[in-house]
């Protein structure tokens, strides 16, 4: 089935073993910057994805600050991305609707059911329900209630992709909404990184209890593999050290600032193109950077149980222009680095000590990390069996983390399908 030769040009490839088309159902949290990316990946690769993996991601839910939207028959994505987007749709179907209205996510029932086109006798229209946010009906509490989401639609691996803003006073909403998803059975793709932080071991026992697949590497330098090598392709190998530039936000910025640009307007910029969080004090005053070395580490590290609060954390608010300045007449740049350093107090990565940190550091211009410049973020992975080994990324945009969900979605349907293989 995975062959290595390419067909020839022009000439379709079929075969009568080719299974039927596998029906994803899955719901989507978080319609921004990274979730919109992800269902226009979804409609530009759906080709792709069913000629390489005979896959369909059907989603029956999304919701977003405005509220939850749910269908069975499955949402149609260019409509949403449409509305999302602030470009309308089916706009000669709304006349004397009220566009201004504070749940835009409603206005795609209203948009289905005004359809000249469609059949207003046919399920498909006819149930579509919109909760909007501010009742009791969130996006939390909807994966507890059967009537509106049966057993039925967690069946075949229904993968939950959450991509709400984070949020590390309590997660919310996606951490509620994870862990009811997860006690229904479904399996859980994250770009948010405040459930992983605020609730890492529990999670990961619901996953284990409920054998449920909990992936999340959009969470750790967008598309960059960071988590895969680290844990999947760097095996009995025991870490010395793993250092980063994990936010790519503060490197544009101290980049910028090298320029002779302000602060604010590099921050400005970064937050117009979707890269900085919501909340930029996470970028600017390093937590974002430790928690990405918090799942990384917890993640990476064998017989290590780090806690959040143990990573010594300085952000980048104290750097001036003038330190940037006299650092480059040095041959020296400054860097916002998360470090994870292993002591020569063990005999194994088990039994030793770590140190971590999140800080600012004048590097040489020579230096991996160093030379990470502008939207680039970098990892080096130090261990016994594998020496250095370097990664890097140039994540512009949401793209690749939308892009990193996608991988981990793929990844659980690729394993469902050995499973089944091996059952037969």
Aim: with cysteine; hydrophobic share 40%.
């Amino acid at each position: 089935m995975w062959g290595f030769s390419s067909p020839q040009k022009n000439k379709t490839v079929t075969s009568p073993t080719t299974p039927k088309e596998t029906i994803i159902r899955c719901g989507l949290l978080g319609v921004g910057s990274v979730g919109i990316e992800l269902l226009r990946i979804l409609l530009k690769k759906q080709n792709v994805l069913k000629e390489r993996y005979n896959i369909k991601f059907l989603f029956v839910i999304m919701a977003d600050s405005s509220g939850t939207l749910v269908n069975h028959h499955g949402l149609e994505i260019d409509r949403i991305l449409a509305l999302k987007t602030g470009k309308g749709f089916d706009a000669e179907q709304l006349e004397g609707f009220d566009t201004t209205i504070k749940h835009p996510l409603a206005m795609y029932k209203i948009s289905v059911m005004k359809d000249s086109k469609a059949d207003k006798n046919d399920k498909l229209v006819s149930q579509i329900w919109f909760y909007p946010s501010g009742t009791t009906m969130t996006c939390e509490e909807v994966f507890k209630h059967e009537n509106i989401l049966p057993a039925e639609t967690f069946k075949n691996n229904f993968i939950l992709f959450d991509a709400t803003p984070v949020n590390m006073k309590n997660g919310e909403p996606g951490l509620s909404a994870v862990k009811n998803a997860m006690e229904r059975g479904a399996n859980i793709v994250l770009a948010n990184k405040g459930p992983l932080v605020l609730a890492f071991h529990e999670l990961q026992e619901i996953s284990l209890r409920k054998k449920v697949n909990l992936l999340y590497s959009a969470t750790v330098c967008g598309g960059l593999p960071v988590l895969n090598v680290g844990k999947h392709d760097l095996p009995v190998a025991e870490f010395y050290s793993i250092r980063g530039v994990f936010n790519s936000t503060t490197n544009f910025i101290l980049a910028e600032m090298a320029n002779g640009r302000a602060f604010d307007e590099a921050l400005k910029e970064a937050q117009e193109r979707g890269i900085a969080e919501t909340d930029p004090s996470l970028d600017v005053e390093g937590q974002d950077t430790a928690n990405k070395l918090f799942i990384l580490c917890s993640t990476v590290l064998q017989g290590v149980s780090l806690k959040i609060s143990e990573i010594e954390v300085e952000g980048i608010t104290k750097i001036t222009t003038e330190m940037i300045k006299e650092g480059q007449k040095q041959g020296k740049v400054y860097k916002l680095v998360a470090s994870a350093n292993r002591r020569n107090d063990g005999e194994s990565e088990e039994e030793s000590s770590w140190s971590f940190s999140v800080k600012p550091e004048l590097l040489d211009e020579k230096d991996f990390l160093a030379q990470c410049s502008g939207w680039e973020m970098g990892v080096v992975f130090h261990s016994d069996l594998f020496g250095q080994i370097y990664q890097k990324v140039n994540e512009r945009e949401p793209i690749p983390t939308a892009a990193a969900m996608l991988r981990d979605a793929i990844a659980i349907d690729v394993q469902a399908r050995d499973l089944r293989r091996k059952e037969k």
